[in-house]
């Protein structure tokens, strides 16, 4: 019944864009805290970006200024926007969704792989 799906990943130059999008079905998006999280070969899953339900973000270090996340409650769809990519980006992406007030319910997607290469 529930599922969140990612699109908008691939192959990109160092210093190019990628958009990613995450489209959740079977919850009430407006209802949950959502993030984009992202791992790459031999390291642990790390959040990239948290955006509340009123559009409110937060970054990790190693992507402000580059990134940024954005929502769209009335297409239950949130944004990533990647912008001067590195190699260190590369990763596989997953979109994320937590409800607000029970937060122990998490959802998952499948993940997009991103890949920064020259």
């Known amino acids: 019944q529930v599922q969140l799906v990612e699109s908008g990943g691939g192959l990109v130059q160092p210093g190019g864009s990628l958009r990613l999008s995450c489209t959740a079905s079977g919850i009430s998006f407006s209802g949950n805290v959502m993030g984009w999280y992202r791992q790459a070969p031999g390291k642990e899953r790390e959040l990239v970006a948290g955006?509340?339900?009123?559009?409110?973000?937060t970054y990790a270090d190693s992507v402000k200024g580059r990134f940024t996340s954005s929502r769209d409650n009335a297409k239950n769809t949130v944004y990533l926007q990647m912008n001067n990519l590195k190699p260190e980006d590369t990763a596989v992406y997953y979109c994320?969704?937590?409800?607000?007030?029970?937060?122990?319910?998490?959802?998952w997607g499948q993940g997009t792989q991103v890949t920064v290469s020259s």
């Open positions: 994320n969704a937590k409800n607000a007030y029970e937060r122990w319910r998490t959802y």
């Open positions: 955006i509340s339900r009123g559009g409110t973000t």
